[in-house]
């Protein structure tokens, strides 16, 4: 497990390996977020927007 997340983290740096971002959702709407992934209604990462 350990070399297989050597791994990963190299490729991620060296910029080939992405993750999937679905939706993005305003810290306010955290409850909205929390409802998509819950129902499986997303698709790759659900990200909360801190600004």
């Known amino acids: ?3 297989f997340t ?8 060296a910029g080939r390996l992405r993750p999937v971002i679905g939706q993005w959702f305003p810290l306010d709407r955290a409850a909205d977020a929390h409802a998509a992934i819950q129902s499986r209604a997303t698709v790759g990462r659900t990200l909360l927007e801190v600004r």
């Open 6 to 13: 050597e791994s990963a983290l190299a490729e991620a740096a």
């Open 1 to 3: 497990m350990r070399a």
